[in-house]
C-alpha cells in the first residue's frame, strides 16, 4: 500500500533550529514535495526534491534519501511566523500526489 | 500571482441539499484538483481535471460529481449532502501536462452538513 508518516505535532523555541521528519512507501517515486499550511489558510509550495541530498531555500533546507524512504524539512532561525502545519507529500508512478497528514509546528518564545 | 479562488470560505447545508462549491483560477493552468482535509488525514483528492470538459476520479469520489466547462472554472457538487461530508475543500491548480507539479491552492471552503 501507499503509505506517508510524519509526527502530529512538535514544539520548538523561537531562534532555534527543527527538522521535520518523512517516510513514506509508494508504488513508484516522481519526487517529494513540503507545503506549509498556516491555519485557516490556502497550503503554499515550499521544496521539491526528486534526486538525494539537501536542497537548500533561505532558512528552510528539504533532504531526500530514495533508498531510505525519507525526506525532513530542517527550518533554521524559527520564528513566530513559521507556526504552521508542514504537509509532506509524494508523487506516485501515476503522477498522483499521496499526501501525509502533516506536522503542526508549535514556535514558542 | 497565480491567485485560485473558492465562492464560499464557509457554508452550512441540511442533509439532502444540493451543493455546489466553486473554484476559479487566473493563470491559465491546464490542471485542477478538488481535495477534501479532515483533522489527522492527509489531503484525499476527490476528482481532478487535466482539460476543459474532462474529469478524471481520484481517491474518493463517491457522493461527488464535477464539472469543468471553462478552463478557469472547476465545480464541485454535492448531489445530496450528508453529514460524512462536513469537511474543509480545498481547490487547486497547477500548469499542465501529466506531472501535477507545484500546486497552487484556493482557500478552502468550510462546509457544514448539520
Known amino acids: 500500500g501507499q503509505n506517508i508518516d510524519q509526527p502530529t505535532e512538535m514544539t520548538a523555541t523561537e531562534g532555534a533550529i527543527v527538522q521535520i521528519n518523512c517516510t513514506y512507501q509508494?508504488?513508484?517515486?516522481?519526487?517529494l514535495f513540503w507545503y506549509q499550511q498556516h491555519a485557516g489558510e490556502a497550503p503554499t509550495f515550499l521544496s521539491y526534491?526528486?534526486l538525494d541530498g539537501l536542497e537548500e531555500k533561505g532558512r528552510f533546507s528539504s533532504f531526500l534519501s530514495r533508498s531510505k524512504g525519507y525526506s525532513y524539512l530542517l527550518l533554521k532561525e524559527l520564528q513566530m511566523k513559521d507556526s504552521a502545519s508542514y504537509l509532506c507529500?509524494?508523487?506516485?508512478?501515476?503522477?498522483?500526489?499521496?499526501w501525509g497528514a502533516g506536522t503542526k509546528l508549535i514556535i514558542k518564545p | 500571482d497565480v491567485k485560485v479562488t473558492q465562492s464560499s470560505r464557509y457554508l452550512v447545508k441540511r442533509t439532502g441539499e444540493k451543493v455546489f462549491l466553486e473554484c476559479v483560477q487566473d493563470?491559465?493552468?491546464?490542471?485542477m484538483f478538488w481535495y477534501r482535509q479532515d483533522p489527522g488525514l492527509g489531503l484525499r483528492l476527490i476528482y481532478f481535471?487535466?482539460?476543459?470538459?474532462?474529469?478524471e476520479k481520484g481517491d474518493i469520489p463517491e457522493g461527488y460529481s464535477v464539472s469543468r466547462e471553462k478552463k478557469e472554472r472547476f465545480s464541485l457538487i454535492l448531489e445530496s449532502a450528508s453529514t460524512n461530508q462536513t469537511s474543509m475543500y480545498l481547490c487547486?491548480?497547477?500548469?499542465?501536462?501529466?506531472?501535477?507539479?507545484?500546486?497552487?491552492f484556493g482557500e478552502g471552503s468550510r462546509l457544514t452538513v448539520l
Open positions: 493563470m491559465d493552468h491546464e490542471n
Open positions: 481535471s487535466y482539460d476543459v470538459k474532462m474529469k
Open positions: 509508494t508504488s513508484g517515486f516522481n519526487g
Open positions: 507529500a509524494t508523487m506516485d508512478s501515476n503522477y498522483q500526489l499521496i
Open positions: 487547486a491548480s497547477s500548469l499542465g501536462g501529466q506531472d501535477t507539479g507545484e500546486l497552487f
Open positions: 526534491n526528486v
